[in-house]
């Protein structure tokens, strides 16, 4: 069905806007579109996608329309069918992380997983998981973490790993700070990002506690060969300039079924993923017979992603 | 009708008024215009290439930008400090000058609108933010207070100095129903701005180095020391160029009144410093890295240092009223005060508030020369809107610059014309 509609003329979400967005569309002129051009600082802001709204408040038909547009576009730039999703949440499901740190051993291979899975820039590199090295005699002190820590060999003696990434909060703070609406949680529990309505003031980076949240500073470089075609609008599809992305527990993934690349790639079976609101979930089986604990659990964001030590 | 063919006059006249001048004036705009041309260009680079071409990562996301823009929130809410003695107690010699602070005010909220206009990654999408037309994330986000805060405030000061000065251009005596009004909800404006702009930075638990209930209290504190002082020198300049007369005991009040408000001040920050530093938990890494440096790291301790030597003494001179009374030393300490709340709460605030990040990591951060050349073409527009504002206020402030004066002139010249 989608593919049908992907064939739609890109501009077609004029005809099938509401009365009362219609309206506002209208009160912003072309002209207003040529100046804005301008302000992107390249010449290719079409006016569909300059006038287009809030990804919440579009209509069904102007959803595919306006994915239409993005398949359109990527196919263009990058030579290839990318295939942008808009799966919605599935019901009964609320998606839990469970990371075990006493068998992570800080190989990053996470990172680089998650780099390929979600079509990060690769230059300058956006990375959503950082690996942090902590003391074994300070514990989870950030103070002590190093980060761009780069022996021969991980484990380091005297050292244990602590990947974080976006908690996915009940209360997310970034959320609540953002001054259009661009970033919300999703009934599984998801935290996204609209590209297309972000303005990139970057005020939820400075609200999240977490450092989840990467801007792209400069204009994403994702060499035709790196893009997986495999996206979702909410997700991986590629990014815009200027822009604030974010781990969404592979959200193109996981509302398929499948585990987050992160999980799936874990060489020690540290990371554990599956739906909170499932008795039989290794989730619950972990948040059952393990004894878990929040990071910045003073905070109250109320974190979906726990951390425990298995062994 | 007619008065809105005397509104058109004095548009028009205005324009003539701003656009002629001596050699010095045009020297002076066009200074300025050179400044704004070179942050054009440098602004040019940051669409073209993105936010890379400045120093701020994701580490430290806000930088030199949005220092700029927090410290001018303050200058522009400054303007009720002429306000509130002038209209609550009466006081004729602020009340003529209150007009302006006002324009202070808003050349200051049109340099912070510019700040946040360059901070942002994608300025086409400037309407997301606009009320009604956008989606506004109202009442949630700090930030959309903030936008309707700071735009309402600019819209009522161009409001009332517009106002004030068509009257005084018309000749007639203005309608005390109208301004007395506005500029008392001026004051609890002017306050809400800088409220909101500290909330804005208050409500982050996730940054231990703002989230202090003091900081707001703090703000307004050292607001009410950096802006008056801008006038104060504003004002002396004044009186040697423009036949404008600010009378000493004007200049000597406002002054004693930032004494108070440097003290205050100052005894804000001892409190916030005693709290962090002697319980000593691990927020203190914030305030470590700002005064004493962090891991080798220690950028800002000499500006930190500076502003708090600079605050202290331009209290002692403002404090003495043998200093404050002496043209000299009331400058310096004008000088010393401005350029210690510049430190404060510009870098002194943004930076220790991202450094270390969240996870504890130590970015950095410098303004690179994109964001020093974008920072200098938005102060050039600012002082440029002031100029103009001045240019064309003073003489009309003067009834020097009439509208009977003008047709006088014009008919005179109609007369002259052989026939």
Known sequence: ?311 | MATLKNFWQFITDTLRIITTGSRYYYAWIGFLLLLIMIGAVAYAGQLRHGLIVTQMRDQVSWGFYIGNFTFLVGVAAAAIMLVIPAYIYDWEPIKEITILGEMLAISALIMCLGFVMVDIGRPDRFWHIMPLVGSLNWPQSMLAWDVLVLNAYLLLNWFVVTYLLFCAYTERHYVKKIVTPLVLLSIPMAVSIHTVTAYLYNGLGARPFWNSAILAPRFLASAFCSGPAILLILLQVLRKTTKLSIKDEAIFKIAELMAYTMGFNLFLTAAESFKEIYSGTEHMVYFQYLLFGLKGHNTLVPYAWASIIFGFVAFILFLVPRFRTNWVTLNIGCVLIYASVYIEKGMGLIIPGLTPDALGEIYVYTPSFTEIAVAAGIFAIGFLAFTLMLKAAVPMMLGEFTISRRRKASDQQEAERPA
Request: charged share 25%; hydrophobic share 30%; aromatic share 10%.
């Open chain 1, 1 to 311: 069905m989608m593919d049908q509609d992907s064939h739609q003329p890109a501009g077609s979400c004029d005809g099938t806007a509401t009365g009362c967005s219609e309206g506002r569309r209208e009160f912003l002129g072309a002209a207003v579109a040529a100046v804005a051009t301008a302000l992107t600082g390249c010449g290719k802001l079409t006016k569909e996608e300059f006038l287009q709204h809030s990804f919440r408040e579009l209509s069904k038909d102007e959803v595919l329309s306006v994915i239409a547009r993005l398949e359109k576009e990527y196919k263009e730039k990058y030579g290839k069918e990318v295939k942008v999703a808009n799966t919605p949440a599935i019901p009964g499901v609320i998606f839990g992380y469970a990371l075990d740190l006493s068998r992570c051993i800080g190989c990053r291979r996470c990172v680089h997983a998650c780099v390929q899975e979600n079509n990060q820039s690769r230059s300058p590199e956006v990375q959503w998981i950082r690996v942090l090295e902590l003391d074994k005699e300070e514990g989870v002190n950030l103070q002590h973490a190093e980060h761009y820590y780069n022996p021969e060999e991980v484990p380091r003696e005297g050292h244990f790993y602590m990947p974080v990434q976006c908690q996915q909060c009940k209360k997310p703070p970034c959320v609540k700070v953002c001054p259009v609406g661009a970033t919300w949680r999703e009934k599984d529990g998801i935290v996204v990002v609209d590209y297309n309505w972000c303005i990139g003031c970057r005020y939820c980076m400075a609200a999240c506690p977490y450092g989840a949240r990467h801007f792209n500073w400069g204009e994403p470089g994702l060499a035709a060969k790196d893009v997986n075609p495999d996206t979702h609008y909410l997700g991986n599809r590629p990014r815009p300039k200027g822009v604030v992305e974010k781990c969404t527990f592979c959200v193109q993934r996981t509302r398929k079924g499948l585990y987050p690349a992160c999980v799936e790639i874990c060489p020690t079976g540290s990371r554990k993923f599956g739906n909170l609101l499932d008795k039989d979930s290794e989730i619950r089986y972990v948040l059952e017979n393990k004894r878990v604990f929040k990071l910045k659990e003073e905070l109250n964001t109320q974190p979906n992603f726990f951390y425990f030590y298995g062994v």
